[in-house]
């Protein structure tokens, strides 16, 4: 079983960030299994170098939508674009470094971003977007 599972809770109903999304949760599940096999040191560069890929097209597709259609609140969702991407880059620093526990910090920080952010804040702009794309 899943650490999350995907549901109908994360979406905003909008295909290409429900997919992104799912990616997300698809990256989460990963680190943990690998977490619980105590082989987490064997997939961590390659998830956070996912996560850097991911920020680059994700956060790419929500603020090119906010430009398109003015979303009012892009300015600080794009700030807390800002800080996950500072996030990734410092936990890429401890990974590099060699640090102890960045797999737990990332797994911590990522299930913390899917339930305040996309459960927040993404939700928030799914109406304005779809109504503007319509």
Avoid: C
Wanted: aromatic fraction near 12%.
């Amino acid at each position: 079983m899943a650490f999350i599972e995907w549901s109908e809770q994360f979406s905003v109903d909008i295909a290409s960030i429900d997919e992104q999304h799912r990616h997300l949760v698809e990256l989460i599940n990963k680190l943990h299994g690998a977490m619980m096999a105590k082989e987490s040191h064997l997939v961590l560069d390659e998830i956070i170098n996912e996560l850097i890929a991911y920020t680059f097209v994700h956060f790419n597709t929500e603020e090119e939508f906010f430009s398109q259609f003015g979303y009012p609140e892009a300015e600080n969702h794009m700030t807390e674009h800002r800080q996950f991407i500072e996030k990734v880059d410092s936990f890429h620093r401890d990974f590099v470094a060699k640090k102890i526990g960045v797999s737990v910090g990332i797994l911590d920080f990522l299930t913390d971003w899917l339930k305040s952010h996309i459960l927040n804040r993404d939700k928030a702009y799914g109406p304005f977007l779809r109504a503007n794309m319509a």
